[in-house]
């Protein structure tokens, strides 16, 4: 430890000795220590600290890895091979680890899983070709491990042969590959890996040695292989000897090209061009589109002088590759041996575009320039060429030297002045490099490239605000291009280093960064530059806009403000600032400060209307603000201008009802009516001050009127069914009533007072079974619509739960439209009992559009004279069944929408005073009327007001709060402890308790606080507030509200977004190992069904009887009575 302290003080880094002094169970320290041990060495210390680590965080992948390499180095395979298999069921893809593991495999003598780690390596990273290397290595040492083993060394071949797929000339895998085929006697393919190796590594004088006696070994024991001689014969340095071979291949096969190809070349090095020639011939009549051959008879004929041959051959291979550079480059020396210099020049241009980093070849192709300058010493091209080339070069007097002549020449020769003016920057002499730049913006004044050199090199000169004029020029000509305008801002950055209060540059950089929408960058510009000048009109508007961009509407609107005070009367800002106001408010249409500006605005352009219906807007979102003296100073210069004017006059009356003068609001009201009749806003404040004074005939004309305007207008048919029970006019009521209801479900208000009006007659009537038939008759009659049984068709079986039989079936309604919904059977639902009663009264009081499922109505089949709820039809079936399909691809994202939607309902369940007593997932269901991801709570069947108690327990064992087991009390935050167990639904994709029978004792067990066991990837803070949710006291249980807020901001408030971000990946890897649904006790039973019985038995267990089974028969208490279908309304 002693060594550990001081290297680690050496170096002047944090000695985790030391500080595991005072935290000896830091795991990150005890790693570190370790990895500073494995480096000095000492692997049993490194393994001491690595092992406590682990039992600290015994997931760490990292410390696995560590410790598998440390048993490496101790020779303990077994234990690395551990290590290495957890950290790659954790990281499959862990490019390391899988390294480590085949080397493993490999001192284990298990090669077919090196083989296969290897194999998933070179998936995972094909072209690392260091990993090719390693691999390689290890292919070897394990051939030479098994040198008899011909199956392995067949397998071994493939694994060449991938890794030479993808690098096909990586000179060991050739040469291994060459070795193993000589092993195998697969001597053809061995030689052609050989000459491969020598193709790419031709002057490697030892090489050549070695694979000759390869070749050697092959015609030792097959003494006439025409491959084998023709190849030694390619690998012989002296040609002489290689024609001897060559000469013995081809007695064997005289028409092998591959041969004479060779032998063509011998001579070709030994001078002998005509004989070379022959043998390219005949190489080319065989394969006449022989690329290689191609250009060796060209050089020969170049050689032999023979230019017009050897440009035929040229152009025919540059015909195949056109981008060839050898042959660019031969080609264009033979054009310039036939002084077609043009063409040479071209070829030339054509070879350095395409190798521009080849030196060695720039300095060829600059030879070959010479000599046509030689030749032609007026060729401008050839001039120009040469001067590029110089430049990539770096020679920059040379450049200047061919740029001056050619500018002798041409004047105006752009491309020559930008490179000469570009030489001169890099020789600093930037008066000459600004004289080349100005006289070529005189040629071409908008020349973004040369603009940006120009205010380069103003910059160099210190001439910041010209360096400024043109880099700003250059942004008006190209806005869009954002990467200029990231060059142009270094550029600022620059001046403003050695300027730092230079204002142009302050602004220039914050418009860039404007474009840029840098927003945050651009006010600190701005700020800064505002402090210089306080009172710079165009920068105030320029910040005002960017506060605007950021959602910072006051600061913007300040400045707008400060704007106008500075320019008075500048009329078109005074517009351009009202265009600011507006874009504001149609994001904050009630922000007030951007109201009463543009309102003050607006009065200063003496646009008074305009005015006037911003003040208005002003007075409603605060009536106490002092603009009131200003609004009636508006209303009367209006008035004086214009006696007739209707809004105005609107605008008087509305204030006189607001201060409770109803009568001289009505006569104003009357005014502006005469100018704008139908203007159905003024109607509706008649209407509503003819209210106030008890005129209700007046107020039902005048909101008769505004609905013949706006049919759907649910405040004034609120208005108005108010209005008809002041007279009343009950039936008329209730039809503005329910046309709120159909247009906005969720306005709860109006349906409660229907509902509990007609239970408070329910409970009125307690004897007589005619007049309660008559009564719940009506209730369904205004309520839920009366469907004759007759419009359903294709009826079909789709299951039966605990209440009953539900089919599907298309209804068609009004004789056109075809809905898909489901008929619910109630059992002993002939009569239409309680039970079938509340449920429809309980769809009713929560009917919604988005979270509970609808009842359309109720039937009766006159087969079976079984009453029938009408519900919407869920495509999808119930939750548990889409989290049993779907579950490996429902993300955390969709989980939380889920959980949000489900939450959102209860809450609408618990805001009308009652409880559902019966959640599970089989009882939410998905896809309701084909919508994909749609979700919707059913069964109501045991909803319940919340003071309505009853001794019934009726449920699925796992999804019923513990002390509902002891007392049967049902309370909201007993559906709160079955949404805990939807959560943890969501995370396991499995019911609770599906391997326990559902008896008492699982009762006895959750009373005593069991629960689901939470799984690894579920974030912590979410299973923090599960575990408040299933809490074994009430009390403790969050409310719905709370819920649905909490999940929210988990779903769409980013609040605690790591974890859940982290969650996903478990998630991720987690479905690799799938989700078994085999095993689920058969005693789990998923079926709502009676539970006092069991509930009976837990409490002798609680109290120590032992008394085998209490059977408690439960009886529901129901009171039939007849319904007839001709007592309904058919509708």
Request: glycine residues 4%; charged residues 30%.
């Amino acid at each position: 430890m002693a060594i550990v302290n001081l290297c680690m003080d050496d170096l002047g880094l944090p000695n985790p000795s030391k500080s595991l002094e005072t935290d000896p169970n830091n795991a990150e320290l005890l790693k570190m220590r370790g990895i500073t041990y494995k480096q000095l060495k000492n692997y049993n210390e490194a393994l001491t600290d690595f092992n406590k680590s682990l039992e600290i965080r015994p997931n760490n992948v990292h410390v696995l890895r560590l410790r598998g390499e440390t048993y490496q180095k101790l020779e303990k395979y077994n234990e690395a091979l551990t290590d290495f298999n957890n950290l790659l069921e954790s990281e499959p893809n862990n490019v390391h680890a899988l390294k480590l593991r085949g080397e493993t495999y490999q001192k284990l003598e298990k090669y077919n899983e090196t083989l296969t780690d290897f194999d998933n390596l070179l998936k995972l990273e094909p072209n690392n070709r260091d990993l090719h290397k390693v691999i390689i290595d290890r292919y070897n040492e394990i051939l030479e491990n098994e040198p008899n083993n011909r199956d392995l060394h067949e397998e071994i071949i493939d694994k060449y042969n991938e890794i030479l797929e993808i690098e096909p000339n990586n000179a060991l895998a050739l040469r291994s590959r060459g070795k193993t085929y000589l092993k195998l006697e697969k001597y053809n393919e061995a030689s052609m890996d050989f000459i491969k190796v020598l193709e790419n590594e031709p002057n490697n004088r030892d090489l050549h040695e070695e694979i000759i006696d390869k070749y050697n070994e092959i015609l030792e024991i097959e003494p006439s292989n025409v491959l084998a001689l023709s190849l030694r014969g390619k690998a012989y340095q002296k040609y002489n000897e290689a024609s001897i071979n060559f000469i013995k291949a081809l007695e064997n096969e005289p028409n092998n090209a591959f041969v004479l190809r060779l032998r063509g070349e011998t001579y070709q090095k030994l001078e002998n061009h005509n004989v070379s020639l022959m043998n390219f011939d005949k190489v080319l009549e065989i394969e006449s589109n022989n690329i290689h051959v191609l250009r060796l008879r060209g050089e020969t004929h170049l050689k032999l002088e023979k230019y017009d041959a050897a440009l035929t051959d040229f152009n025919n291979l540059l015909e195949k590759e056109p981008n060839n550079t050898l042959a660019l480059r031969l080609r264009g020396e033979t054009y310039q041996k036939l002084e077609k210099h043009n063409e040479s020049l071209m070829d030339f241009d054509k070879v350095i575009k395409l190798e521009p980093n080849n030196r060695d070849l720039h300095e060829v192709i600059i030879d070959s320039y010479n000599e046509i300058l030689e030749t032609e010493p007026n060729n401008t091209l050839a001039m120009r060429s040469r001067g590029e080339t110089y430049l990539k070069l770096e020679k920059y007097n040379a450049v200047l030297t061919n740029f001056n002549n050619l500018l002798e020449l041409e004047p105006n020769n752009y491309l020559a002045l930008r490179l000469r003016g570009e030489t001169y920057q890099k020789l600093e002499k930037y008066n000459e490099a600004l004289t080349d730049f100005n006289n070529l913006l005189e040629l071409e004044p908008n020349n973004v490239f040369v603009l940006r050199l120009r205010g380069e090199t103003y910059q160099k000169l210190g001439k910041y605000n010209e360096a400024l004029t043109d880099f700003n020029n250059l942004l008006e000509l190209e806005p869009n291009n954002q990467d200029l305008h990231e060059v142009i801002i270094d550029e600022y950055n620059e001046i403003l280093e050695i300027e730092p209060n230079n204002t142009l540059a302050m602004r220039s950089r914050g418009e860039t960064y404007l474009k840029l929408e840098k927003y945050n960058a651009v006010l600190t510009d701005f700020n800064n530059l505002l402090e210089l000048e306080p009172n710079n009109v165009f920068v105030l508007r320029l910040r005002g806009e960017t506060y605007q961009k950021l959602g910072k509407y006051n600061e913007a609107l300040t400045d707008f403000d400060n704007l106008l005070k500075l320019e008075p009367n500048n009329r078109d800002l005074h517009e351009v600032i009202i265009d600011r106001y507006n874009e504001i408010l149609e994001i904050e249409p009630n922000n007030a400060f951007a109201l009463r500006s543009r309102g003050e605005v607006y009065k200063k352009l003496e646009k008074y209307n305009e005015a006037l219906t911003d003040f208005n807007k002003l007075s409603e979102i605060d009536p106490n603000n002092d603009l009131n003296l200003c609004l009636n100073e508006i209303i009367d210069v209006i008035l004086e201008i214009e006696p007739n004017n209707a809004l105005a006059l609107s605008i008087r009356g509305e204030t006189y009802q607001k201060l409770g003068n109803y009568d001289k609001a009505v006569i104003y009201f009357n005014k502006s009516l005469q100018m704008e009749s139908n203007n159905a806003f003024v109607l509706r404040l008649r209407g509503e001050t003819h209210q106030k004074l008890e005129n209700y005939n007046e107020s039902l004309t005048d909101f008769d009127k505004v609905l013949e305007i706006e049919s759907n207008n649910i405040h004034v048919l609120r208005l108005r069914g108010e209005t008809y029970q002041k007279l009343e006019r009950q039936s008329e009521a209730l039809m503005d009533f329910n046309k709120i209801l159909k247009t906005n479900t969720e306005d709860i208000s109006v349906l409660n007072l229907i509902i509990e009006t007609e239970k408070s007659k329910i409970q009125s009537i307690k004897d007589t079974k005619t007049q309660k038939q008559q009564t719940e008759s009506r209730i369904v009659n205004e309520l839920i619509n009366w469907i004759p049984y007759s419009q359903f068709k294709n009826i079909e079986y789709i299951a039966e739960g605990g209440f009953g039989v539900v089919n599907s079936a298309i209804w068609i309604k009004d004789g056109e439209n075809k809905i898909k919904v489901a008929l619910k059977n109630l059992h002993n639902s002939k009569d239409m009992t309680d039970d079938f009663l509340k449920e429809v009264i309980s769809h009713g009081i929560t009917r919604s559009d988005d979270f509970i499922i609808q009842c359309y109505g109720i039937t009766k089949d006159p087969n079976t004279n079984s009453n029938i709820m009408v519900m919407e039809f869920a495509e999808d079936g119930s939750l548990h069944w889409d989290l049993r399909r779907n579950f490996d691809k429902i993300n955390w994202q969709t989980k939380l929408e889920r959980l949000y939607c489900i939450a959102a309902g209860i809450e609408q369940i618990h805001n009308n005073n009652l409880i559902h007593r019966d959640l599970h997932s089989g009882n939410i269901l998905m896809g309701v009327n084909g919508i994909l991801g749609s979700i919707r709570i059913a069964d109501l069947g045991l909803c319940r007001n919340v003071d309505n108690s009853t001794n019934h327990v009726y449920g699925i064992i796992p999804y019923v709060a513990p002390e509902i087991f002891e007392d049967s009390s049902y309370s909201q935050a007993s559906d709160v402890y079955s949404f805990g167990m939807l959560m943890w639904e969501f995370t396991s994709g499995h019911k609770p308790f599906r391997n326990r029978p559902h008896n008492s004792d699982l009762m006895c067990n959750i009373r005593s606080g069991l629960r689901p066991e939470i799984t690894d990837d579920t974030p912590d803070i979410f299973s923090v507030f599960m575990k408040r949710c299933w809490d074994s006291n009430p009390i403790n249980r969050p409310n719905i509200k709370e819920i649905k807020e909490q999940i929210y901001k988990w779903c769409w408030g980013q609040e605690n977004r790591d974890q859940f971000i982290q969650a996903e990946q478990l998630r991720k890897i987690s479905v690799i190992n799938g989700n078994s649904y085999r095993n689920y006790n058969p005693e789990a039973i998923y079926k709502s069904r009676p539970l006092n019985s069991m509930i009976s038995l837990f409490k002798l267990m609680l109290i120590g009887r032992k008394k085998e089974s209490v059977e408690v028969e439960c009886s529901h208490s129901s009171q039939d009575f007849e319904i007839n279908e001709n007592d309904f309304g058919k509708k």
